[in-house]
């Protein structure tokens, strides 16, 4: 079983990559690894060794998710969305200027 944090867009292609190797991969809580690692040593230092501690002993201990992948369909369908609140952020930024002008 492997661990990790599921921050940025860093940890899928890794995680999906171990699931085809027939490893079980499971993510914990960002949040609740940053307040386990100022609890373990009263202090806020943060260290890539210190991270992996906290995040074994997270998942040893039973605090962590399945990993639940959606369909390509679902995925492209969440990338077009972003893009379109890009553009209409722009397109309301652009006629606020005009106006303005």
């Known amino acids: 079983i492997v661990g990790m944090e599921p921050t940025g ?11 085809k190797q027939n490893i079980e991969v499971v993510t914990v809580n960002p949040h609740l690894v940053k307040r386990n690692k100022e609890n373990r040593d ?6 890539d060794k210190k991270d992996a501690l906290v995040i074994a002993d997270m ?5 962590y998710s399945e990993v639940r992948y959606t369909s390509e369909s679902f995925e492209k369908l969440r990338v077009l969305m972003s893009n379109r609140d ?9 006629i606020n200027q005009l106006n303005r002008w």
């Open 59 to 63: 998942v040893k201990n039973g605090y």
């Open 9 to 19: 867009h860093y940890w899928i292609n890794l995680s999906k990559w171990l699931l």
């Open 42 to 47: 009263n202090t806020q230092s943060k260290s």
């Open 86 to 94: 890009v553009v209409v952020k722009r397109l309301v930024s652009s």
